[in-house]
T-cell receptor
Framework: GENVEQHPSTLSVQEGDSAVIKCTYS??????FPWYKQELGKGPQLIID?????GEKKDQRIAVTLNKTAKHFSLHITETQPEDSAVYFC?????????????FGSGTQLTVLP | SQTIHQWPATLVQPVGSPLSLECTVE??????LYWYRQAAGRGLQLLFY??????ISSEVPQNLSASRPQDRQFILSSKKLLLSDSGFYLC??????????FGPGTRLTVL
């Protein structure tokens, strides 16, 4: 099955700096890679996703890059703000099956220091 | 727009007691539904998923079971809770096997 590794487990940045979170996956059949943001006591919220036919995707201050050859993908947050502080999860899933079974990374606790 | 509800929001139960958590989705038809568990400070573990009424797939053998009595209702149950069942339970939905959207979660504490 799929295995997703996520690094770092904790990340502290100064407000206004950039943050980068990296994930690697094991199953070369995986073709969908979402990123979720989870605030304390709440359910994860999808912030951006990328499919294997695309190398990069941006949405305002957030971007995701995908390297299929190396089987890794990264989340980039620019101009960080205190409200970006949360736990971020990456995930991967193969295309087979009618219900995509997401495999999640272990999460990154991002703290943006004012 | 689609909305997903979970209740209760928090629950404290003694060891050996039964459990019933409910999840409902509004604004969509024939969704895929999922139950995840998140232990403190850990990632998300898929417990069950369902592609239709009465169709349940289990990912991890355990003390829990799931049922889908209606198209947009997903229930997580246990006959006898264990201490290890404590955690944050999340329901999610998707359409066409694509992006999953999560509910607000239920915090379960077993004492």
């Amino acid at each position: 099955g799929e295995n997703v590794e996520q690094h770092p487990s904790t990340l502290s940045v100064q407000e206004g700096d950039s943050a980068v979170i990296k994930c690697t996956y094991s199953d070369s059949a995986s073709n969908y890679f979402p990123w979720y943001k989870q605030e304390l006591g709440k359910g994860p919220q999808l912030i951006i996703d990328i499919r294997s036919n695309v190398g990069e995707k941006k949405d305002q201050r957030i971007a995701v890059t995908l390297n299929k050859t190396a089987k890794h993908f990264s989340l980039h947050i620019t101009e960080t703000q205190p409200e970006d502080s949360a736990v971020y999860f990456c995930a991967a899933t193969p295309s087979s099956g009618s219900a995509r079974q997401l495999t999640f990374g272990s999460g990154t606790q991002l703290t943006v220091l004012p | 727009s689609q909305t997903i509800h979970q209740w209760p929001a928090t629950l404290v139960q003694p060891v050996g007691s039964p459990l019933s958590l409910e999840c409902t989705v509004e604004g969509t038809s024939n969704p895929n539904l999922y139950w995840y568990r998140q232990a403190a400070g850990r990632g998300l573990q898929l417990l069950f998923y369902s592609v239709g009424i009465g169709q349940i797939s289990s990912e991890v053998p355990q003390n829990l079971s799931a049922s889908r009595p209606q198209d947009r209702q997903f229930i997580l149950s246990s006959k006898k809770l264990l201490l290890s069942d404590s955690g944050f339970y999340l329901c999610a939905w998707s359409v066409g096997g694509d992006t999953q959207y999560f509910g607000p979660g239920t915090r379960l504490t077993v004492l």
